[in-house]
């Protein structure tokens, strides 16, 4: 079983910045691209940004294109998601999520989608105010 441990949420004004790390035990954890995802209240939970583990591929969404920095840490099984000028609607549960090597083909094209992870931590709440 893989577990995933997402840290670093909290409360913070429209401007600042945050760090979020989540880190990935088990017994023989082996994954091809880590993903964040957040979910706001009433909403689906939505993609943010990804990484694959090999080659530092990453990919982001529009809403955080410039603003937010994935990146991974390979030797600690850690990604962490580095969150700048936040903004209030940045507001949400923020989950890491991991796809299986099953899916490198088609993981390009498909990056985004909840079904390609097969497993995703607890969340973390950011709240970012006005």
């Known amino acids: 079983q893989v577990q995933l441990v997402e840290s670093g949420g909290g409360s913070v004004q429209a401007g600042d910045s945050l760090r979020l790390s989540c880190a990935a035990s088990g017994r023989t954890f082996s994954s091809y691209a880590m993903g964040w995802f957040r979910q706001a209240p009433g909403k689906e939970r939505e993609f943010v940004a990804a990484i694959i583990w090999s080659d530092g591929s990453t990919y982001y969404t529009d809403a955080v294109n410039g603003r937010f920095t994935i990146s991974r840490d390979s030797a600690k099984n850690t990604v962490y998601l580095q969150m700048n000028s936040l903004k209030p609607e940045d507001t949400a549960v923020y989950y890491c999520?991991?796809?299986?090597?099953?899916?490198?083909?088609?993981?390009?094209?498909?990056?985004?989608?909840?079904?390609?992870?097969?497993?995703w931590g607890q969340g973390t709440q950011v709240t970012v105010s006005s």
């Open positions: 999520a991991a796809a299986s090597p099953s899916i490198s083909k088609v993981y390009s094209r498909y990056y985004y989608q909840r079904s390609l992870y097969d497993y």
